[in-house]
């Protein structure tokens, strides 16, 4: 007679059957909200990947870089296992609809440091090297990265309770040169709430009646243009429409990544400069001491 399995092994089991077993979803059942989604900051798109309303196709060229991204993910915590308590660190709000998983969770013992001593919540995010040159040159992480740093603590806090979180670190990686840079992310519930409260007001149209919010990004913002939801968004065709005529302007984004890849030039120049072991020429003395 088999042995009957009890306690945590028999909810281990469930789950492990529930795990390989076909997925039923239930007709007119809403999604759950993704952090990267909330990150974004548009109630509207949220509500949409709610809805699980049709996304664009993505461009196989994106797609390549996503799945460079994710393999990194797979690759990189690696080099600082020594303090990981957890990788791909699950949780689940029901009350907000969240659900999502952070990459990783450390653990900073005492005697490494008494006083950052904690556990710290680890986003990896990989970029292009004019990406990684401008961030770094602005000192901090992208916004919308902080976000979603910001809502794995919160949610990971909520759904776990007993681990008290210091803080988040954001690890960049440079897919081009493998440079990295980390960036510390001060816990402040409070940055939150605007975008939570949102949240919590819009579901109970959205469930009910599948009423969609009338909250989105300002019309001139940058995303609106990478949004996979355009083709079905006014909002976002109007943002377009805007673009269109004031098209000689050069967008902030695209300055931006001008900017950055003027300092990766730079900076490569500066490189080979150093590697350089054959005597300077008479040009590159007059370029360097500004001879006439």
Not at 132 to 160: D, S, V
Not at 238 to 246: F, I, Q, S, W
Not at 261 to 289: D, G, N, W, Y
């Amino acid at each position: 007679m088999a042995m009957r399995m009890t306690g945590p092994s028999a909810i281990m089991s469930r789950v492990i059957e529930e795990t390989l077993s076909p997925k039923k979803e239930e007709e007119g059942a809403i999604g759950y909200i993704r952090p990267s989604s909330l990150a974004k900051g548009c109630v509207l798109y949220v509500a949409m990947e709610l809805l699980k309303v049709p996304k664009e196709e993505i461009d196989n060229r994106v797609k390549r870089i996503l799945e460079a991204g994710t393999s990194s993910h797979f690759r990189i915590p690696k080099y600082f296992s020594k303090i990981t308590v957890a990788k791909e660190m699950p949780f689940l709000d029901e009350e907000y609809r969240i659900r999502g998983q952070c990459d990783a969770l450390i653990y900073i013992p005492p005697d490494l440091d008494v006083e950052h001593s904690g556990f710290y919540v680890v986003e990896i995010k990989t970029t292009s090297s004019s990406e990684f040159e401008r961030i770094k040159e602005a000192g901090q992480p992208k916004e919308e990265h902080i976000t979603q740093c910001l809502i794995y603590i919160w949610g990971l806090t909520r759904y776990y309770k007993s681990i008290p979180i210091r803080g988040g670190i954001i690890y960049y990686e440079n897919r081009d040169t493998l440079d990295y840079h980390l960036f510390n992310v001060t816990y402040d519930e409070n940055l939150l709430l605007p975008l939570l409260n949102e949240i919590k007001a819009m579901l109970p149209g959205l469930i009910i009646e599948g009423k969609l919010p009338e909250a989105h990004l300002p019309l001139d913002h940058w995303a609106h243009e990478y949004c996979p939801y355009l083709s079905v968004c006014d909002y976002g065709q109007e943002a377009m429409k805007l673009k269109k005529e004031k098209k000689s302007e050069i967008p902030d984004r695209v300055l931006a990544e001008i900017i950055g890849m003027r300092i990766v030039k730079k900076q490569r120049a500066k490189e080979e400069k150093v590697k350089k072991k054959t005597p300077r020429t008479l040009e590159e003395l007059s370029e360097e001491f500004n001879w006439e």
